[in-house]
């Protein structure tokens, strides 16, 4: 019989579920060499946010099949490490969005009506009615930072108390904005008008830090930021000190750069600030969605079932799996390329499965195309079996054509997505049926192929212009490994596609595009 272990409190109806088909263990509290000492036993293994599973803990699990998170955030997993040993990782990305958007709304109005420092205040038997007196969030603006899940529950609640919608979220359509009766802006307005900023946006290199001394400097002294997201999207710091000197009037925080919270000037702030020890999802009934979710999930897995929510691994049959894996990633590919030259907020991707991918066993190159599409936005947490849902609910028109007659290669895809920087397209195909190479960009026929960090541009073909870009990329010490230009007449337009070696530093897309001859820069991370 297999073994599970659950490392962290899990609701009783996981555990029924998961002693169906294993022995389970639950072992709360271990420390790293505990659970390093003990994990080798396990085929699977269930948490919650309070184990950190890591590379090491990943390395020991010599008969680690799964693990399952219980709720949406895979951050305290080692994904990439799981991944390379062939374990597959599963969350719950619904379970508990609605505790947390109640959280969030809770956090919301007991700020505004200092309710749990009336209640202390009560609780040591003073009667102080002055010092309590609060602030109505009627008709008063929320901006919405991330209108995902748990964002657009929050902005319908929040729309019915009356109060004016600001969201923003690069990678979210205005029609769904709008059905949502938000008004999609950019962050400083948000930052400048919101009477209310509440966070619902994953951690990445991006959001890290987005609150900061100087987004905290443009907010209004009235402000209040809630954080049910997670830890280290606000600068705690530059926070207390805000609070302290009055640039905004306070916050409310689930979540912490590390957690437990230690010392923290934050504690020191009075009833301008309220802390919870992350407790979004701690709701009965998320607790009972997460861990049946999960528990099926690993259920299935350890009887040899597809899961749906792997957060690392298709949710596709095995046998097509292998026959259009390279094509998946070819697909993919072009999507995060697609996607980024677009430039993010995509309302419409066309994809174009050619020569002998014209069948309608295809299909996976469509949901890997959205894969790709969406990384950025949602990082690994789209896959295989969410990213055709993530995508509608950002109002992603979806248009999927085939052409057999296409034959320059066995078999290639074409996408052409619309988005706040224009119409763009990409096609690519494989050569000797892995290498993946773009062999088309806005029209203009190239054959390289991809690379992490790329500048793509659109330009005159005329002489000196190459010159000229190789060595204004010299002067910020961007080195380029490979060039190629696409045109289609001599001396008309052309694209260049340059593969560099490392991210090409702020400010230099704009001295790039006032080159003569250059008309527009992209810069893409793949
Ligand atoms: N406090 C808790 O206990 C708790 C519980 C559940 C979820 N969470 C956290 O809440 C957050 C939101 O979860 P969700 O389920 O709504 O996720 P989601 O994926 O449905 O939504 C996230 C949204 O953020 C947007 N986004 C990504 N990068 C952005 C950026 N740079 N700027 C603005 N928007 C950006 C995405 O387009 C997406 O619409 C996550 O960080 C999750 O881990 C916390
Ligand atoms: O990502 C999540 O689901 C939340 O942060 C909840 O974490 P928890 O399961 O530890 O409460």
Not at 15 to 29: C, P, R
Not at 131 to 144: P, Q, S
Not at 223 to 232: D, F, K, L, T
């Amino acid at each position: 019989m297999s073994k599970v272990l659950v490392s962290d409190p899990i609701d009783q109806a996981g555990i029924d579920i998961l002693s169906q088909v294993a022995t389970v263990d639950v072992k709360t509290g271990l420390k790293p060499a505990e659970l390093i000492e003990i994990i080798g036993e396990y085929d699977a293994l269930m948490i919650r946010s309070g184990t950190r599973v890591t590379q090491e803990i990943i390395e020991a699990g010599t008969q680690l099949k799964i693990i399952g998170r219980a709720g949406v955030g895979v951050d305290n997993v080692d994904v990439p490490a799981a991944t390379r040993k062939g374990i597959v990782v599963v969350n719950s990305p619904e379970g508990n969005t609605i505790a947390a958007a109640e959280h969030a709304l809770a956090m919301m109005l007991s700020l505004s009506r200092h309710i749990p420092d009336a209640n202390a205040s009560v609780k040591k038997g003073e009667w102080d009615r002055k010092t309590f007196v609060g602030a109505e969030v009627y008709k008063k603006t929320l901006g919405v930072v991330g209108l995902g899940k748990i964002g657009s529950h929050v902005a319908n609640v929040a729309k019915a108390m009356g109060m004016k919608l600001l969201a923003y979220d690069p990678f979210i359509s205005t029609e769904r904005a709008e059905q949502l009766g938000c008004q999609l802006v950019d962050l400083d307005l948000l930052f400048q008008q919101a009477d209310y900023i509440t966070l619902h946006i994953p951690k990445t290199p991006e959001t890290t830090n987005l609150i900061n001394a100087k987004t905290l400097g443009k907010m209004k002294p009235t402000a209040r930021i809630i954080n049910c997201a997670r830890g280290g999207i606000i600068d705690e710091a530059a926070l207390a000190a805000a609070i302290r000197e009055g640039k905004i009037a306070g916050a409310a925080l689930d979540v912490f750069d590390s957690e437990p919270l230690g010392e923290s000037e934050l504690r020191s702030l009075g009833k301008d600030i309220i802390l919870t020890p992350h407790l979004g999802a701690s709701t009965t009934e998320a607790q009972v969605n997460v861990a049946i979710d999960v528990a099926e999930q690993i259920r299935d897995v350890l009887l040899g079932l597809p899961a749906r929510s792997a957060v690392n691994i298709p949710g596709l049959g095995p046998d097509v799996l292998e026959e259009l894996k390279p094509y998946m990633q070819l697909s993919e590919t072009l999507g995060n390329l697609v996607g980024q030259l677009a430039g993010g907020r995509v309302e419409t991707l066309t994809v174009r499965l050619q020569g002998e991918l014209a069948t309608n066993k295809s299909q996976p190159l469509v949901v890997a195309a959205l894969k790709g599409l969406l990384y950025q936005a949602l990082r690994e947490r789209v896959n295989y079996v969410n990213a055709t849902i993530e995508a509608k609910e950002r109002g992603i028109r979806v248009i999927e054509t085939r052409d057999a007659s296409a034959r320059d290669y066995a078999g290639s895809i074409h996408l052409e997505a619309t988005g706040s920087l224009g119409t763009h397209s990409v096609t690519g195909a494989l050569l000797g049926d892995k290498e993946i190479h773009l062999t088309d960009v806005d029209g203009f026929p190239i054959n390289v192929p991809p690379s992490k960090y790329m500048l793509f541009t659109l330009h005159r073909d005329m002489p000196g212009i190459i010159g000229k870009l190789g060595s204004l990329l010299g002067s910020f010490n961007v080195n380029i490994a490979s060039m190629q230009v696409g045109r289609k007449i001599v001396r008309g337009d052309a694209v260049m596609a340059l593969s560099i070696d490392d991210p090409l530093p702020d400010g230099i897309l704009d001295e790039i595009t006032k080159v003569p001859g250059i008309r527009d820069a992209y810069t893409v991370t793949l």
